[in-house]
């Protein structure tokens, strides 16, 4: 199962706005993604409740993991957003 190990560079971290953003643009993807920190469990990336509730703040270092066709490309995808610093920009789902 591929990973990928992000540093959040968004300014208030995976909390509110950001993480709805985040929460939707993991849910639009072909697979299903999860997200954990070191050491905790994976989560459903995309669940608002679960993505708040990593409690992951701006310099915090997430694990993002994904398997099946297009996996890759979502990581791409869910790690851009989580390294731009105004996260907001990054997270048009349409």
Do not use: W
Not at 2 to 26: D, M, N, W
Not at 59 to 79: I, K, T
């Amino acid at each position: 199962m591929p990973e990928r190990r992000v540093t959040v560079a968004i300014a208030e971290g995976l909390h509110a706005r950001p993480a709805a953003l985040f929460a939707q643009l993991a849910a639009a993807q072909p697979v299903a993604v999860t997200i954990r920190k070191d050491g905790g469990a994976p989560m459903a990336a995309a669940s608002i409740l679960s993505v708040m509730a990593l409690g992951a703040g701006a310099g915090d270092e997430v694990v993002l993991a994904a398997d099946g066709e297009g996996a890759e490309a979502c990581l791409d995808a869910l790690s851009d957003y989580l390294l731009a610093r105004n996260g907001a920009e990054h997270g048009q789902v349409g």
